[in-house]
């Protein structure tokens, strides 16, 4: 399985900042992907991020709200924008293994927004 | 649309016995694959089992295994020999194919008592 890390591990915010948060993986990946899980919650897609191309979002989710980027195949960030206390969930970032099915997470980032 | 459905929100097992998490699925596609994950309370997400549609045999890791019913479109996990690091957030998923998004259940607490 891929190694993924994440930073910042967590964060408090005050409302109205932003945060962006990164995602490195020890492999190249040609798909990464970012889901949300609210408190108590199921995770849920925001985006899919190729490398080279803009980011497909999700139903409900929008480019200014969750800007990303995907510089190179092994490096991805989420930003989160004019954070309200709405946006505390925790954000996790995920890659397929190698030619397979299977996903693989990050750690995830606790995010609490004040 | 793909939906995944996980009826119990909690459930509990005494140690080193034997419990059964429910899942049902809805889908269009014929093949696709499915999978549980466990997050503990470090909320790192664990890859614990896949199936593949297509195979009728039901996967099994060391404790864990499932029983996949395509026709019914059921996939519960059952875990053997309950241990207390079991102790967690089940997730069952799906996924159309490689490169797609993952539609997660809402998850259920499994609690182990000593």
């Known amino acids: 399985s891929a190694v993924i890390s994440q930073k910042p591990s967590r964060d408090i915010c005050q409302r109205g900042t932003s945060l962006t948060i990164q995602c490195q993986v020890d492999s190249q990946v040609t798909m990464m992907f970012w889901y949300r899980q609210q408190p108590g919650q199921s995770l849920t897609l925001i985006a899919t991020a190729n490398q080279g191309s803009e980011a497909t979002y999700e139903s409900g989710f929008v480019i200014d709200k969750f800007p990303i980027s995907r510089p190179n195949l092994t490096f991805s960030t989420l930003t989160v924008s004019n954070m309200s206390p709405e946006d505390s969930s925790i954000y996790l970032c995920s890659v397929d293994r190698f030619q397979s099915d299977e996903q693989f997470f990050g750690p995830g980032t606790r995010l609490t927004v004040l | 649309a793909q939906t995944v459905t996980q009826s119990q929100p909690e459930m509990s097992v005494q140690e080193a016995e034997t419990v059964t998490l429910s899942c049902t699925y809805d889908?269009?596609?014929?093949?696709?694959?499915l999978f549980w994950y466990k997050q503990p309370p470090s909320r790192q997400m664990i890859l614990v089992i896949r199936?593949?549609?297509?195979?009728?045999q039901n996967a099994t890791e060391n404790r864990f295994s499932v029983n996949f019913q395509k026709a019914a479109k059921s996939f519960s996990l059952k875990i053997s020999d309950s241990q207390l690091g079991d102790a967690a957030m089940y997730f069952c998923?799906?996924?159309?194919?490689?490169?797609?998004?993952?539609?997660f259940g809402k998850g259920i607490t499994l609690s182990v008592r000593p």
């Open positions: 998923a799906y996924r159309p194919g490689a490169n797609s998004k993952l539609t």
């Open positions: 889908t269009s596609e014929s093949d696709y694959y």
């Open positions: 199936q593949e549609a297509y195979k009728q």
